[in-house]
């Protein structure tokens, strides 16, 4: 227990498959996309991920990943700003160095959190720093919004709207496949495979809440895509990809600016999910975006890790600011 904590206001979450399935279909109308159960099964697998719950209405996906004999924990993908939800926000603290000691022999925890979350893990022995991403509010006026862009932004999707045609797709390949190359020339990995996009696609499918977007020109030759899901507050950029190798028309600004209207029209916010880049940033926020605050928090075993996981991060990729 932290010194000084106020053990009346503590959770001890359990490792409870049924009690966090349960807590899901509770808290469905208000539970963001990336707690959903579904969502992580098709992401990661029933036994790749850890359902730490408690009855009282809290619930905390984790990730247990080990190389060799070391482990760590970390969060499951995509939950950029998120750490535990609760149903009410009056709820009581969950007790994170009791959590830790469930997991022994980690040699560190990573994760992202709210600002609000932010003083609790810090009270744990985390160290946070600050993180972004961008977002554009479900009020805003879609009209008014095209004027607000920067004259680039304007331009390619106005370009692009005159030679694409934006189509909704079922395959994943070619998502991974432009997801790939654009990562690739941002310097950046590759994170995801092919199969795992594609049972995400098909899981959102089924309860249509994502789509792949492509951008295709009169050939037939598709520009660009871009995955888009949703929940019932925010409509999520989840990843996208453009295809250097054909005429650049503004393709992969048209498909944000299709993904955009869509959210607006289902009054919902569009999150760009990212933004840490800062060329992406930048794209993001000539599109009428804001710059949206979130925390990345670390807790390692000892100096001697911290400097060796930051040091192995580096080597793998430089230049990711967010993975750092």
């Not at 600016?257 to 009054?267: E, F, N, P, S």
Request: glycine residues 6%.
């Amino acid at each position: 227990m932290v010194q000084g904590q106020d053990t009346t206001n503590v959770l001890k979450l359990q490792k409870s498959a049924a009690l966090y399935q349960n807590l899901a279909t509770e808290l469905a109308p208000q539970l963001p996309l990336f707690y959903q159960p579904w969502w992580l099964d098709a992401l990661l697998g029933r036994q790749h991920w850890l359902p730490l719950a408690h009855e009282n209405g809290m619930i905390w996906p984790v990730v247990l990943k080990k190389k060799g004999p070391l482990c760590y924990i970390t969060q499951p993908p995509f939950m950029m700003g998120k750490a535990w939800f609760s149903a009410e926000k009056t709820i009581q603290t969950p007790d994170i160095p009791f959590l830790m000691k469930q997991f022994p022999t980690s040699l560190y925890w990573q994760i992202t959190a709210s600002s609000a979350q932010a003083k609790h893990l810090e009270q744990a022995g985390f160290t946070t720093r600050p993180a972004y991403t961008y977002q554009i509010d479900c009020q805003a006026d879609p009209a008014q919004l095209l004027r607000n862009m920067n004259e680039l932004s304007r331009r390619n999707i106005s370009k692009a709207g005159k030679s694409l045609q934006c189509q909704v797709s079922h395959d994943a390949d070619i998502l991974h496949a432009l997801s790939e190359r654009s990562l690739r020339r941002h310097k950046l990995p590759m994170r995801y495979t092919a199969a795992q996009l594609q049972n995400l696609l098909n899981a959102c499918g089924e309860v249509q809440q994502g789509a792949v977007y492509t951008a295709v020109d009169p050939d037939g030759a598709i520009h660009a895509a871009s995955f888009f899901v949703w929940d019932q507050r925010s409509c999520y950029f989840l990843l996208g990809g453009l295809d250097d190798r054909l005429p650049q028309l503004g393709a992969s600004r048209f498909l944000l600016w299709q993904g955009i209207q869509m959210a607006l029209k289902r009054g919902l916010n569009f999150d760009f999910h990212g933004g840490m880049t800062p060329s992406v940033g930048q794209v993001y926020a000539s599109m009428g975006a804001q710059q949206v605050a979130y925390v990345r928090a670390e807790r390692y075993a000892s100096a001697l890790v911290k400097m060796a996981v930051r040091t192995a991060k580096q080597l793998y990729a430089p230049e990711d600011r967010l993975f750092h």
